[in-house]
């Protein structure tokens, strides 16, 4: 193998499979990132048997080969080249690579490219097909919600459903649930009902690029695995086996107080107070008024600490039913209006004990539910 490339391009590259290098494994080649040629262009892959990420970069091919490059080594070493164009060139028989960059020579001692796990390759004529900055906010708008309890594996994934022309994708973790619904340009050939782990799908919105780009995901059958294609990038992750609960039940289809409020003050009054919630046990309290006499309703959110002290905001909001004090976890609340893009929100509730859900103003594609915290004295 003999190829150039210019140095930003390569760093970029490998900081996008980096995240799947293997960090503990018995497998040394696992620590490797594969660097191959490939139609034209370079491609460099790791995996750690449960993620795989493959990018493709612009190069000039003088011989076609392979080899897998240590990880770490081969990472820092190209972030600190200058921006210029790097050679390598691959002895074979040693499988030693050579590095030259400006004034630096360097040779990496390598695994060969046959012990490294081979990459499914998807048949993209069996793909659906989304928009990526579409299918980016998906991801923004479920992936927090999934639980971190690796007790309960299905709970740390995400649901995803397509059927006909729509596709749903949920999380929930025991204490709240996202659920985001979108539309297909065409619709799928069969229903797909997939458990894709929230790790995988947090590094594909972090690896794709924004803009009008296509992703193709295909899931090969039988094969337990979920593939993501776009024409630079590639990820593949194995899906998450068990029956994912139905949640149908816990989304309240029923309200006895309606509040609209801006989504940027709450957030705002959110981030005060889980400043001293924090110290406690995260708990904001929400005290909701409806107005009277024309004047508009308020809210009021406010968070205590022993140790640190109290904050208040009050809110001006558009309140629909009764009063209501209830309280939540301030973090879950940050977190789901951190990713409400409209500039308005609904909190729906019905009494202190039951749960309150968050809709956008104007959209009718995501729903967040949020079980309350026992209030105390």
Same mark, same amino acid.
């Given at each position: 193998m003999k190829v150039s490339v210019l140095q930003e391009n390569l760093a970029h590259g490998l900081s996008v499979v980096s995240r799947a290098v293997s960090q503990r494994s018995t497998l040394p080649v696992l620590a490797n990132v594969l660097v191959a040629t490939d139609e034209g262009r370079l491609r460099l892959s790791a995996t750690n048997l449960e993620l795989g990420i493959t990018c493709w970069i612009g190069a000039k091919i003088e011989e076609e080969g392979s080899t897998t490059v240590p990880a770490r080594t081969y990472t820092d070493l190209i972030s600190t080249l200058p921006n210029d164009k790097v050679e390598m060139a691959l002895n074979v028989?040693?499988?030693? =690579?050579?590095?030259?960059?400006?004034?630096?020579?360097?040779?990496? #001692?390598?695994i060969d490219a046959q012990e490294f796990p081979p990459m499914p390759v998807p048949d993209l004529a069996e793909g659906v097909q989304l928009n990526i900055s579409d299918l980016k906010e998906m991801i923004q708008q479920v992936v927090?919600?999934? @639980?971190?309890?690796?007790?309960?594996?299905?709970?740390?994934?995400?649901?995803?459903?397509?059927?006909?022309?729509q596709i749903t994708m949920q999380a929930a973790d025991?204490?709240?649930l996202s659920v985001r619904k979108a539309e297909l340009s065409s619709p799928v050939a069969r229903p797909i009902k997939a458990i894709i782990p929230a790790r995988a799908l947090g590094e594909l919105a972090r690896i794709t690029s924004d803009g009008d780009q296509v992703v193709t995901m295909v899931l090969p059958p039988g094969r337990g695995? *979920?593939? $993501?294609?776009?024409?630079?990038?590639?990820? *593949?992750? %194995?899906?998450?086996?068990?029956?994912?609960?139905?949640?149908e039940q816990v989304i309240p289809h029923t309200m006895q107080t309606r509040t609209v409020l801006s989504t940027a003050a709450f957030l705002k009054a959110c981030k005060q107070a889980e400043i001293f919630a924090r110290e406690g046990s995260?708990?904001?309290?929400?005290?909701?008024?409806?107005?009277?006499?024309? %004047? /508009?309703?308020? *809210?009021?959110? @406010?968070? %205590? @600490?022993?140790?640190?002290? $109290?904050?208040q905001t009050m809110i001006d909001a558009n309140v629909e039913? %009764?009063?209501?004090?209830?309280? $939540?976890?301030?973090?879950?609340?940050?977190?789901?209006?951190? *990713?409400? #893009?409209? /500039?308005?929100?609904? =909190?729906e509730t019905n009494i202190d004990?039951?749960?309150?859900?968050?809709?956008?103003?104007?959209e009718d594609n995501f729903l967040h539910v949020i079980m309350p915290m026992h209030l105390g004295s």
């Open positions: 028989r040693t499988q030693t =690579l050579n590095v030259r960059c400006g004034s630096s020579n360097t040779d990496i #001692k390598c927090f919600a999934a @639980s971190n309890d690796e007790a309960r594996p299905v709970l740390t994934g995400v649901l995803l459903i397509a059927q006909g022309n025991g204490f709240r695995q *979920v593939i $993501f294609h776009t024409k630079d990038v590639e990820l *593949v992750s %194995q899906l998450i086996e068990g029956v994912y609960p139905d949640l995260h708990i904001a309290r929400v005290n909701i008024t409806p107005g009277g006499d024309m %004047q /508009p309703g308020s *809210v009021e959110i @406010s968070g %205590q @600490s022993e140790e640190t002290g $109290f904050n039913g %009764q009063t209501i004090l209830i309280a $939540f976890n301030v973090r879950f609340l940050r977190e789901a209006l951190d *990713v409400i #893009k409209t /500039p308005n929100v609904v =909190l004990t039951t749960p309150g859900v968050l809709r956008p103003v104007g």
